[in-house]
């Protein structure tokens, strides 16, 4: 399946033709429903400077935020070759925690059109939202955003659990989720993890451009369609609800 690059907007009522009650959108939040950097940064920043480690230049911050990954697999990147012991790594992980719910959550915004654009996709399919970010923090946000009405269930980051790229992820979605089936699921997400995810589990994947990714670890694991901005979401819906029988297909590197 070619890439597509969506970028009309859409009008209410355009989705006639996708088949709502069996397909799932299986989204990403952080950069991909809400812009989170900020409040990431803050709270990254905070919690090394109170515990007294090197605080990582912003760039550094920058790609560990791209790239998808796990609360404790970020603080590992930002000092790989540093003699941190597990349990000041472990420390870290629960002061940034607490630094993100009491003041870090303040930062975070919606995507333009983001509450409209779930409203519009929820009338024809079900979402769940896949995150590696901390199932609190999601739940904290869906809540505070009362975004609850369009996303269930919300799957996030949690000891035990498999996480993207994983795809044994996906078969907690079908355990969790009675009905979701693999041919009729599309990953919407902003990171490599998120795309590599959905190539590990064979289902089709749509790169939200607009986040974190790096563009090109995203373009070299390669997605079924591109998405330039949030609101151009159900469109992407409608194009793979009809286009999907041809299966998943992800371009080539270098494509």
């Known amino acids: 399946m070619a890439r597509l690059t969506v970028s009309c907007p859409i009008r209410e009522g355009s989705l006639r033709t996708a088949r709502s009650n069996t397909d799932t959108l299986l989204l990403d ?4 429903i809400c812009a ?3 409040a990431i940064r803050f709270s990254l920043e905070t919690a090394f400077s109170e515990l007294r480690v090197d605080v990582p230049n912003p760039r550094r ?3 560990a935020i791209g790239s998808g990954l796990t609360l404790l697999e970020t603080i590992q990147s930002l000092h790989p070759s540093s ?17 993100y719910s009491a003041e870090g959550s303040q930062y975070e915004v919606l995507f333009p059109g983001a509450e409209a654009t779930l409203e519009e996709c929820a009338r ?8 590696n970010k901390g199932l609190k923090a999601i739940e904290a946000a869906v809540d505070r955003f009362a975004l609850g009405q369009y996303v269930s269930p919300v799957l996030a980051e949690r000891p035990g659990a498999p996480w993207k790229p994983d795809a044994g992820l996906f078969d907690e979605v079908q355990q969790r989720v009675p009905g979701v089936r693999r041919d009729r699921s599309l990953v ?5 993890a998120d795309l590599r995810f959905a190539r590990n589990a064979s289902l089709s994947a749509c790169w939200a451009s607009y986040g974190y990714g790096h563009n090109a670890r995203c373009r070299a694991v390669g997605f079924d369609y591109l998405l330039d901005q ?11 609800s009809v286009q999907r029988s041809s299966g998943p297909a992800f371009p080539k590197k270098g494509d």
Request: proline residues 4%.
């Open 230 to 240: 949030l609101e151009n979401l159900p469109r992407v819906l409608q194009d793979w």
């Open 83 to 99: 003699n941190l012991s597990r349990e000041e790594i472990l420390r870290l992980e629960r002061r940034y925690r607490e630094v």
């Open 36 to 38: 989170t950097a900020p």
């Open 61 to 63: 911050i920058e790609i």
């Open 124 to 131: 024809h399919a079900r979402i769940i939202v896949l995150s």
């Open 188 to 192: 919407v997400g902003d990171t490599e």
């Open 29 to 32: 939040f952080d950069g991909t």
